[in-house]
């Protein structure tokens, strides 16, 4: 196992803004002589009496003690030039993002600092294979992506790029380690592992919006109340900046020689036009003015529980709903698999959980006019809110009855126009299928992937894990039917999920 830097190491931080200032903390805080550097004059020495503070902030408020924060705070200074920094164990750069920038200030650290200092650079975004291209011994150069805030987010991706030495990367990753962070290894590609999985989470809800399924404040409610998301996409682009999200999308698109499945959003370049940022400028794609009450999410009227309930099989939909009917006295039937699949009857209503096909186009291809597909839930035993859609072809009575069947287990129900799939399932669907293509891909394994995304954008589960919870059949099916539905590459299956679904025999006829 490859031990970490001695806490006796001295670390150096370039870059005294929000990142790394954050870093200095987390290093001090570990034990290492830590010195800030800023190309702007009182910068770094401004950083460090604000590091100081937040760390007194700490111990009044007994997350630390005051010895622990005064030993923190004495190990932190401010340089006053990059030869200050020359007997660096390592160097952290967070510095602003550009490649000719990062390039020339780790050339010129090169000739300062000994043969044996590790430099990592903080970098979101920029290969760092061509960060490291301009050294004479790239070997040295990893990426170390701190999450914002670095004291608090437990994630570090350690990116290693085709130049850097297997021992660089795992000492960082250990040292990442005895700094309290959760490390994990991944290879510099475009976004590298968060910012590339979370990709779908935006441009589902973007494409839903741009084809008028529902609204903003709907979709977003939808990606808390029944996915479990700490955030509905919308309001997470509006926390970001939505030029920064624009920015990073159309970045990792370029990257990726304009795959469409990375293709930018109009919707989203137009609230850019506009300079609705987000919460940074009081407008995004919600409202942050003062007094601004903010809307609700679409929700179906309460009815009255419909008769003749009858729940097929033993899907967790269907357990679910048996339970939650049962603890509310709501009289049903149960029988065995419907042939059709389908979850539950409510009068003429039959109702089936989202495949990827738009209601109309199922009901057409099964002969069942009164078809409602039901979307995908974290957990349908707790779930607070679903969303569903009526075939083209369902009547108004089937409709309604199909809705008073879940308002009578609990759920509010959000109707949506119809369209190739919904929106928790075919989101989820997405970030599993980008998660296999960065295993696929050699990107990072899936345990890192999961780890992650649960911990860099607060995911309620991994992408591969939830895949697996759901089944890769039932993720196979929504994509191909996605697909089929919208004739983009976008929505192609991952090779590994392919091949996991053939060796496990269930592509066999």
């Not at 950083?47 to 937040?54: F, I, S, T």
């Not at 020359?86 to 300062?112: C, H, P, T």
């Not at 350690?158 to 309290?180: C, E, Y």
């Amino acid at each position: 196992m490859t031990n970490p830097l001695p806490p006796s190491c001295p670390v150096s931080v370039i870059g005294s803004g929000a990142m790394g200032s954050g870093i200095a903390q987390v290093a001090a805080r570990a034990g290492h002589p830590v010195r800030l550097f800023d190309a702007r004059p009182g910068a770094a020495a401004s950083a460090v009496d604000a590091v100081c503070q937040r760390l007194s902030t700490l111990a009044a408020k007994g997350k630390l003690s005051t010895d622990e924060a005064r030993a923190a705070a004495s190990r932190l200074s401010a340089a006053a030039s990059l030869a200050d920094l020359a007997d660096s164990g390592l160097v952290i750069e967070a510095i602003v993002e550009d490649l000719e920038a990062k390039r020339g200030l780790f050339r010129e650290l090169e000739a300062l600092v000994g043969a044996d200092c590790l430099f990592a650079t903080n970098t979101s975004s920029i290969s760092v294979t061509a960060i490291a291209a301009g050294l004479h011994n790239p070997r040295r150069l990893a990426g170390m992506h701190f999450f914002n805030p670095a004291p608090v987010m437990a994630l570090v991706e350690i990116v290693s790029g085709l130049a850097t030495d297997r021992a660089t990367a795992d000492t960082l990753f250990a040292t990442a380690t005895a700094w309290g962070k959760t490390p994990v290894h991944a290879k510099s590609t475009p976004g590298f592992i968060v910012n590339r999985v979370a990709r779908p989470y935006y441009s589902e809800a973007l494409r839903l919006l741009h084809e008028c399924v529902t609204d903003i404040v709907t979709l977003d409610a939808l990606m808390r109340d029944a996915a479990g998301f700490r955030m509905g996409p919308f309001e997470l682009m509006d926390l970001i900046g939505l030029d920064v999200n624009f920015a990073v999308t159309n970045s990792i698109w370029q990257a990726f020689f304009n795959d469409p499945r990375y293709t930018p959003s109009q919707i989203q370049q137009e609230y850019v036009a506009a300079g609705w940022l987000g919460r940074k400028t009081g407008r995004g794609f919600h409202d942050y003015e003062d007094g601004v009450v903010k809307p609700d999410p679409e929700t179906a009227a309460a009815l009255p529980p419909p008769a003749g309930i009858v729940l097929h099989g033993t899907s967790p939909l269907a357990e679910a709903l048996a339970q939650r009917l049962t603890a509310r006295d709501v009289p049903f039937t149960r029988e065995a698999q419907a042939n059709d699949g389908r979850v539950a009857t409510a009068g003429k209503a039959r109702l089936y959980v989202t495949d990827g096909r738009s209601a109309t186009r199922r009901a057409a291809e099964t002969g069942t006019a009164d078809t409602v597909v039901v979307d995908l839930a974290s957990n349908y035993a707790t779930t607070s809110r679903l969303a569903v859609a009526m075939a083209e072809t369902c009547d108004n009575e089937a409709a309604d009855a199909s809705v008073a069947l879940l308002q009578a287990a609990g759920i509010a129900v959000s109707h949506l126009r119809d369209a190739p799939g919904l929106p928790v399932m075919r989101t989820v669907a997405m970030l599993a299928n980008e998660a296999s293509d960065a295993v696929n891909q050699g990107v990072a394994n899936a345990a890192a992937i999961d780890t992650a995304m649960r911990l860099g954008v607060g995911y309620p589960r991994g992408p591969l894990e939830w895949a697996d919870a759901i089944g890769l059949p039932t993720i196979r099916t929504v994509l191909a039917n996605l697909a089929d539905a919208y004739g983009e590459d976008r929505y192609r299956i991952s090779p590994l999920i392919e091949q996991r679904y053939y060796a496990a025999g269930t592509g066999q006829p």
